[in-house]
């Protein structure tokens, strides 16, 4: 199979997203949850400590723009509020009642989650939560656009 027939990483990344959000979503209408995949990592991070956006950002390594979207949404859905924080500078979140009543239903989800990953990993004979890790920690190291523009100098050379 040549290169151009077959799919790109950013493809295969956002396939594996796509199939990961909807069996997610779909164990989340089994266990007669309506809840948005979304919301998982601000809730995992606020239940881990987190209390500002930026806190969540920094937990969640999604940027923040995505972040303070979510929260929006889950300010709709009553499942965290915004409070002052002591230094008047910044907004906190917590959860609310029905934020709280729904990370107790879905921690031992997560749980079930990771055990799942794990048995993927033992499947396909990679350690992928690591190597996923590693790729986002190179990718932070040198960006993909200076990958790219490397790649395409190393090609001029080679003519």
Do not use: C, N
């Not at 509020?81 to 907004?91: A, C, F, L, P």
């Not at 709280?100 to 939560?129: M, Q, S, V």
């Amino acid at each position: 199979m040549s290169d151009k027939d077959r799919p790109g990483l950013g493809e295969l990344l956002r396939y594996v997203g796509e199939l990961v959000d909807q069996g997610a979503a779909e164990r989340y209408r089994a266990m007669d949850i309506d809840y948005r995949p979304r919301y998982t990592p601000v809730l995992r991070a606020l239940s881990a400590g987190a209390v500002t956006v930026t806190d969540i950002t920094t937990a969640s390594r999604l940027t923040q723009g995505a972040i303070s979207q979510t929260v929006s949404l889950m300010l709709k859905d009553d499942l965290v509020v915004r409070h002052d924080m002591e230094d008047g500078r910044k907004s906190g979140l917590k959860l609310t009642r029905r934020g709280l009543e729904l990370l107790k239903r879905l921690e031992p989800h997560w749980e079930t989650t990771f055990r799942a990953i794990g048995a993927l990993e033992t499947e396909i004979g990679f350690p992928l939560l690591d190597m996923l890790g590693s790729l986002a920690a190179a990718l932070e190291r040198q960006g993909f656009a200076d990958r790219l523009a490397d790649a395409e100098r190393a090609g001029k050379t080679d003519d």
